[in-house]
T-cell receptor, first 113, second 113 residues
Framework: EPEVTQTPSHQVTQMGQEVILRCVPI?????FYWYRQILGQKVEFLVS????????KSEIFDDQFSVERPDGSNFTLKIRSTKLEDSAMYFC???????????FGDGTRLSIL | SQQGEEDPQALSIQEGENATMNCSYK?????LQWYRQNSGRGLVHLIL?????REKHSGRLRVTLDTSKKSSSLLITASRAADTASYFC?????????????FGTGTLLAVQP
């Protein structure tokens, strides 16, 4: 069964550094998402992406965040200057339509020191 | 404000028993989905129920939706130790350009062998 893959599984970065989290969505999917889950808290929506542009973003997704689909298969989340509070599990998801279930990757655990 | 709240927060049962988890939400929805998360892993989609449906079954899972009370329940019958995980409800409203999911706080289910 096709799946969403995320790399790396764990990223440790110094505060202030840039990080790029990578995702390969399911190949025929058109809608892409990033969510995050701070340890012990609920999963929070960050951003959705469709037709090569952001369709919605949350208050968390400020100017330090950006997303890109650089080619036909990858979907990336960049945090320009990381803060301690960015430490969380980041999940990528994709779906083939707006009304269908979203399929999640296993996540990248981001630890900011 | 919290969109999704599950109760109980934690549930411990014996193998073979049924497990019921409840979810309440606040806003209008197009569908409600239940996801499962094993410790340290990604979210696995279990079942989706549309706003015009009242009940749905999938294997040992039964989901109900009461839009007048803005609540849903997930029943797992004949539970197994492998069902031990966190279970989240997530609501989707795609009135705009996206169908972002808003997750609840989750129920941690422990099934004792």
């Amino acid at each position: 069964e096709p799946e969403v893959t995320q790399t790396p599984s764990h990223q440790v970065t110094q505060m202030g550094q840039e990080v790029i989290l990578r995702c390969v969505p399911i190949s025929n999917h058109l809608y892409f998402y990033w969510y995050r889950q701070i340890l012990g808290q609920k999963v929070e929506f960050l951003v959705s992406f469709y037709n090569n542009e952001i369709s919605e973003k949350s208050e968390i997704f400020d100017d330090q965040f950006s997303v890109e689909r650089p080619d036909g298969s990858n979907f990336t989340l960049k945090i320009r200057s990381t803060k301690l509070e960015d430490s969380a599990m980041y999940f990528c998801a994709s779906s083939d339509s707006g009304a269908r279930p979203q399929h999640f990757g296993d996540g990248t655990r981001l630890s900011i020191l | 404000s919290q969109q999704g709240e599950e109760d109980p927060q934690a549930l411990s049962i014996q193998e073979g028993e049924n497990a019921t988890m409840n979810c309440s939400y606040k806003t209008s929805i197009n569908n409600l989905q239940w996801y499962r998360q094993n410790s340290g892993r990604g979210l696995v989609h279990l079942i989706l129920i549309r706003s015009n449906e009242r009940e749905k079954h999938s294997g040992r899972l039964r989901v109900t939706l009461d839009t007048s009370k803005k609540s849903s329940s997930l029943l797992i019958t004949a539970s197994r130790a492998a069902d031990t995980a966190s279970y989240f409800c997530a609501t989707a409203y795609y009135g705009g350009a996206t169908n972002k999911l808003i997750f609840g706080t989750g129920t941690l289910l422990a099934v004792q062998p």
